[in-house]
């Protein structure tokens, strides 16, 4: 059973970085997609990052084109999202989740291994 694990949130001034981990052991697919999702208070759930753990072709929100990357450590199962020069308005709650796609996507209903999420908090 996959149980993506975040880690990495917390709380930082606009214009700081945050490195955010995912650690989903468990996944026997060999071809599969990880996402990143963010959820702020009131609004709906979107997609932020994507990669495919084999072609390493990522996919990227234009809201953080630039300032966030995603990365993967395949030895160590562990999924990263590096995120700089944050703003008050990428603060939510992000999730990592697993697809068995053969193509990075930000489409959440191909999503079927969901983390319980990991806050983070940018204040002005």
């Known amino acids: 059973q996959v149980q993506p694990v975040e880690s990495g949130g917390g709380s930082v001034q606009a214009g700081g970085s945050l490195r955010l981990s995912c650690a989903a052991s468990?996944?026997?697919?060999?071809?599969?997609?990880m996402g990143w999702f963010r959820q702020a208070a009131g609004k709906e759930r979107e997609g932020v990052a994507a990669?495919?753990?084999?072609?390493?072709?990522?996919y990227y929100a234009d809201s953080v084109k630039g300032r966030f990357t995603i990365s993967q450590d395949n030895a160590k199962k562990t999924l990263y999202l590096q995120m700089n020069n944050l703003k008050p308005e990428d603060t939510a709650t992000y999730y990592c989740?697993?697809?068995?796609?053969?193509?990075?996507?930000?489409?959440?209903?191909?999503?079927?291994?969901w983390g319980q999420g990991t806050q983070v908090t940018v204040s002005s």
């Open positions: 990669i495919h753990n084999l072609a390493g072709s990522t």
């Open positions: 468990g996944y026997t697919n060999s071809r599969y997609s």
């Open positions: 989740a697993a697809a068995n796609t053969g193509y990075p996507t930000l489409m959440e209903y191909e999503y079927t291994h």
